[in-house]
């Protein structure tokens, strides 16, 4: 018979004390998800997902062992502990991650909507069916793809034999449609995206428009001649850049030798003007959480600020080897990662930064960072696109084909490797 969490818990933790592990620790976490797409008119399939996931920690014989389950109920709770005292006996390292007491304090966080919670399948599957219907009314030039709407949620919980009783539940809706749009030769692509935590964030109409109009805007796109030009890239391609290069800030990397921020710390690494949050306890942040995946307490820092790197992210174990506090990034199975990462915004809306520069590139989107970005070596050679400016104005899209947007990682004078240095070739052959 399956038992809730709270049930369990207190189950498996006196079957752990029966047997001698203390202290215990277990770390749930569910999660459920429904999608549904849409093509020609027609619903092409929906899907439901739910998963629930356990882990027990404990300490036996002086070493941590693990033990997982996927069932709540009373045969797992003997299979967990002699699970955890097996996987404890063949630990050899000394280096072991500890279980701990809560902390002190927890911030308040919110990135849950009950209203999106009650949402029944009918409505979100009304959803994509109304979006593809609104990209097939328009221009007989598009050819409409997919229309998927999507829902789902986590609940994370940690709890320990010391007193930890942590619970977080979060949620979102998004949805997104494609199209290719032809005229003779020509051909290209367009894509859209809506998400948040109403069903009225994902707007049909906005969404179809929207991707309609990228689409044609794109089949109209040529080329920039090469050479230097003034550039401002939009927040979401630039967003797409941080995402990709965000495990230089992770100690966990540096302490391997595998970041370009490793040992940087109090070193100016950008201009004066960038400042690099990470906010989980942003309101409606998708990554936000008063908790990491090891219980610390998160907390808003500046990674970068002013163009100087503060500090790297933590967790437990790598706060311990360079002798600071844990940052509160944890991400299980001793990976550290940020939870909402942002370079903070400036004072000029983007019409502004167009009419400041001028001439030049506005660059909107950047392609293939899986494959051509190393975040390693900090080297990158992607696909871009953008519009060409004229007198601060629009005046044409402009796209190339082959890589376009090209960086490399240069070596300081001691041997070690630098910020990257902002080459770009094709679209801009070099420039600041």
């Given at each position: 018979?399956?038992?809730?969490?709270?049930?369990?818990?207190?189950?498996?933790?006196?079957?752990?004390r029966?047997?001698?592990?203390?202290?215990?620790?277990?770390?749930?976490?569910?999660?459920?998800?429904?999608?549904?797409?849409?093509?020609?008119?027609?619903?092409?399939?929906?899907?439901?997902?739910?998963?629930?996931?356990?882990t027990?920690?404990?300490?036996?014989?002086?070493?941590?062992?693990?033990?997982?389950?996927?069932?709540?109920?009373?045969?797992?709770?003997?299979?967990?502990?002699?699970?955890?005292?097996?996987?404890?006996?063949?630990i050899?390292?000394?280096?072991?991650?500890?279980?701990?007491?809560?902390?002190?304090?927890?911030?308040?966080?919110?990135?849950?909507?009950?209203?999106?919670?009650?949402l029944?399948?009918?409505?979100?599957?009304?959803?994509?069916?109304?979006?593809?219907?609104?990209?097939?009314?328009?221009?007989?030039?598009?050819?409409?793809?997919?229309?998927?709407?999507?829902?789902?949620?986590?609940?994370?919980?940690?709890?320990?034999?010391?007193?930890?009783?942590?619970?977080?539940?979060?949620?979102?809706?998004?949805?997104y449609?494609?199209?290719?749009?032809?005229?003779?030769?020509?051909?290209?692509?367009?894509?859209?995206?809506?998400?948040g935590?109403?069903?009225?964030?994902?707007?049909?109409?906005?969404?179809?428009?929207d991707?309609?109009e990228?689409?044609?805007?794109?089949?109209?796109?040529?080329?920039?001649r090469?050479?230097?030009?003034?550039?401002?890239?939009?927040?979401?391609?630039?967003?797409?850049?941080?995402?990709?290069?965000?495990?230089?800030?992770?100690?966990?990397n540096a302490?391997?030798?595998?970041?370009?921020?490793?040992?940087?710390?109090?070193?100016?690494?950008?201009?004066?003007?960038?400042?690099?949050?990470?906010?989980?306890?942003?309101?409606?942040?998708?990554?936000?959480?008063?908790?990491?995946?090891e219980?610390?307490?998160?907390?808003?820092?500046?990674?970068?600020?002013?163009?100087v790197?503060?500090?790297?992210?933590?967790?437990?174990?790598?706060?311990?080897?360079?002798?600071?506090?844990?940052?509160?990034?944890?991400?299980?199975?001793?990976?550290?990662?940020?939870?909402?990462?942002?370079?903070?915004?400036?004072?000029?809306?983007?019409?502004?930064?167009?009419?400041?520069?001028?001439?030049?590139?506005?660059?909107?989107?950047?392609?293939?960072?899986?494959?051509?970005?190393?975040?390693?070596?900090?080297?990158?050679?992607?696909?871009?696109?953008?519009?060409?400016?004229?007198?601060?104005e629009?005046?044409?899209?402009?796209?190339?084909?082959?890589?376009?947007?090209?960086?490399?990682?240069?070596?300081?004078?001691?041997?070690?490797?630098?910020?990257?240095?902002r080459?770009?070739?094709?679209?801009?052959?070099?420039?600041?």
């Amino acid at each position: 018979m399956e038992m809730n969490i709270s049930q369990f818990a207190a189950r498996v933790f006196d079957a752990a004390r029966e047997a001698g592990i203390a202290p215990a620790e277990i770390c749930y976490s569910s999660s459920e998800s429904f999608t549904a797409r849409a093509r020609d008119g027609k619903l092409e399939d929906y899907q439901v997902s739910d998963r629930v996931s356990l882990t027990l920690r404990g300490c036996a014989g002086g070493r941590i062992g693990t033990s997982t389950t996927q069932a709540l109920d009373e045969e797992s709770v003997a299979l967990l502990v002699q699970g955890v005292k097996e996987s404890a006996s063949l630990i050899e390292n000394d280096e072991q991650d500890e279980i701990l007491p809560p902390d002190e304090r927890y911030e308040s966080v919110c990135n849950y909507s009950g209203e999106l919670d009650k949402l029944p399948p009918q409505e979100k599957i009304a959803l994509a069916m109304d979006i593809d219907a609104r990209m097939h009314d328009g221009d007989a030039r598009i050819k409409p793809d997919v229309s998927v709407v999507s829902t789902g949620k986590e609940t994370f919980c940690l709890k320990n034999t010391l007193g930890l009783d942590l619970t977080h539940t979060s949620n979102m809706i998004y949805g997104y449609t494609s199209a290719l749009a032809k005229e003779g030769e020509r051909a290209a692509s367009g894509f859209k995206l809506l998400w948040g935590y109403k069903k009225e964030d994902v707007n049909a109409q906005k969404l179809a428009q929207d991707c309609r109009e990228e689409a044609l805007c794109n089949l109209g796109a040529g080329r920039m001649r090469s050479g230097a030009t003034p550039v401002v890239i939009k927040n979401s391609a630039m967003g797409d850049l941080l995402s990709t290069f965000s495990g230089i800030f992770s100690a966990d990397n540096a302490q391997k030798g595998i970041s370009l921020l490793a040992g940087r710390e109090g070193e100016t690494i950008a201009s004066a003007c960038v400042t690099i949050t990470d906010d989980p306890l942003l309101p409606w942040g998708l990554g936000s959480s008063p908790f990491d995946r090891e219980g610390a307490a998160t907390r808003t820092k500046n990674v970068v600020e002013g163009g100087v790197l503060k500090t790297l992210l933590h967790n437990r174990q790598t706060a311990k080897k360079a002798g600071v506090k844990t940052t509160g990034n944890a991400a299980g199975g001793g990976r550290v990662a940020p939870s909402n990462l942002f370079i903070a915004p400036g004072t000029l809306p983007a019409g502004d930064l167009l009419r400041n520069m001028g001439d030049g590139l506005y660059l909107t989107e950047v392609s293939g960072l899986h494959a051509g970005a190393n975040p390693i070596s900090g080297d990158f050679s992607l696909l871009a696109r953008g519009f060409e400016i004229k007198g601060g104005e629009r005046v044409r899209a402009v796209r190339r084909q082959r890589p376009a947007l090209r960086g490399l990682a240069h070596r300081q004078p001691d041997g070690r490797r630098a910020q990257p240095e902002r080459r770009r070739r094709g679209l801009i052959k070099k420039g600041a």
